[in-house]
């Protein structure tokens, strides 16, 4: 296995600069550059080039093979966070046979192959690493500590038992085994299919809390959407004007409420328009209005609605500090019953994010179905009485790689690839 190294923190100027060397020459190599060092602990030593010239102080921590992140010997050398400093050990270390520079991920992939995360731990610390809000961070936190495995395992086992109890009475059927095995094989498949469309039904929850929600501001031209917008994000990210039409595009805001991440949209006044620009921007603010998660709805007095007010939508009254509405009443321009506004958003959102489980990916939505497909044909065969014990065992099985894959026990080589590509080089 070859020995890598790369720069496990940020690049540029900082107070301290990480260095990470993983393989089974790391320690040779190091003790190239700081002289002999203990299998496993922490001194504070100095770093010399090969003339002998010191090149800098640095905390320098070794870890034993299995004791790691990685799995194999590692050492980290804390350097100060000069980039010359960097440069330069970076430098020696490339010069060093055997050493090469780590590929994006790499390490982390090494932690996967050795044993000390799953898969979907692995993605987990993708999502920790670009989380941006503290629901971001809980959710790929619970992911990261094993959640969405134990599960798995959980899932596995019980398929296991089925797979056993229905194999039994084909390859044992003259031996002394239940003659029945129906009752105990539904019960654990009913349970397993159960928890696995829950998990599958919340994913898309799961996904918008990485990605954000989409809340689309909506009304008629000149209604105040724009200010609205200014004043939720407390800056002028929209220009405003007393003109109507002034919006032609979908204008974007990203901001926090209440820690999930939520993205604002501005969209282009509702109306009847003989502007054809205008009316490309009224058609694609209508689209994405549509198409978001949630929209606030602005209205003066005698309007209604101009497109369709679904489920945890808000109606608010709009430009509160002129006109009188019934309901929540909002003042973009003093920032009257914003509050209440945002509150009744960040309320709604709070409500659809409780119901998001471990799995958060597509991936794991795609896998989670698959199982559960083959789960109801077990089920089915079982119940219609017919003498179909293969196909039900072999259902079982597919369910079970399904679950599997979730891990990356099975069929995911294909997207390693890409999941480690999303890594910065040094993690």
């Known amino acids: 296995m070859d020995t890598i190294f790369a720069l496990a923190t940020a690049q540029g100027k900082a107070g301290l600069a990480v260095v990470r060397i993983s393989g089974p020459l790391a320690v040779a190599a190091a003790e190239g550059l700081a002289g002999p060092l203990p299998v496993a602990g922490r001194s504070l030593r100095r770093l010399c080039d090969p003339d002998g010239a010191l090149i800098d102080e640095a905390l320098v921590l070794t870890f034993a093979a299995g004791a790691s992140f990685t799995g194999d010997e590692v ?34 992939r090494r932690a996967m ?41 959980g899932w596995r086992r019980g398929l296991i038992r089925a797979a056993a109890l229905i194999e039994a009475t084909i390859d044992f059927a003259d031996e002394d085994v239940p003659v029945d095995v129906t009752p105990e094989v539904l019960s654990l498949i009913g349970v397993v299919s159960a928890e696995m469309r829950t998990e599958a039904e919340g994913v898309r929850i799961a996904e918008r809390i990485r990605e954000g929600f989409e809340v689309a501001i909506v009304g008629s031209p000149n209604v105040g959407k724009s200010t609205l917008l200014n004043r939720l994000a407390g800056r002028e990210a929209a220009i405003t004007s007393e003109y109507a039409g002034t919006t032609r595009d979908v204008i974007e805001v990203r901001m926090e409420l209440d820690g999930l991440p939520v993205t604002m949209l501005d969209t282009a006044g509702l109306r009847e328009s003989e502007d054809h620009v205008e009316g490309i921007g009224i058609a694609r603010g209508k689209a994405r209005a549509e198409a978001a998660d949630l929209r606030i709805h602005l209205l003066l007095p005698g309007e209604a609605p101009q497109i369709g007010v679904q489920p945890g939508d808000v109606v608010a009254a709009a430009k509160g500090d002129i006109a009188t509405g019934e309901g929540l009443s909002i003042s973009g321009r003093t920032g009257a019953g914003v509050d209440a506004l945002v509150e009744a958003v960040a309320a709604e959102l709070r409500n659809r994010a409780a119901g998001v489980g471990v799995a958060m990916r597509e991936r794991h939505r795609v896998a989670l179905l698959r199982g559960v497909s083959y789960l109801d044909d077990a089920a089915r065969a079982l119940e219609s009485g017919a003498a179909l014990a293969d196909l039900v065992a072999e259902d079982l099985r597919s369910a079970q790689r399904a679950v599997d894959s979730l891990v990356g026990r099975i069929d995911v080589e294909q997207i390693l690839d890409e999941i480690f590509a999303s890594f910065c080089i040094g993690k």
């Not at 044993?115 to 992911?143: F, H, K, N, W, Y």
């Open 113 to 153: 192959e050795a044993g000390r995360l799953d898969l979907a731990q692995v993605e987990g610390l993708a999502d920790l690493i670009d989380a941006e809000t503290e629901s971001q961070r809980r959710q790929a936190l619970r992911v990261l500590s094993g959640a969405l495995g134990d599960k798995a395992e």
């Open 75 to 108: 050492v980290e050398l804390h350097l100060h966070g000069s980039t010359v400093v960097v440069r330069h050990v970076l430098s020696l270390l490339s010069g060093v046979q055997g050493l090469r520079q780590a590929e994006a991920g790499e390490f982390t």
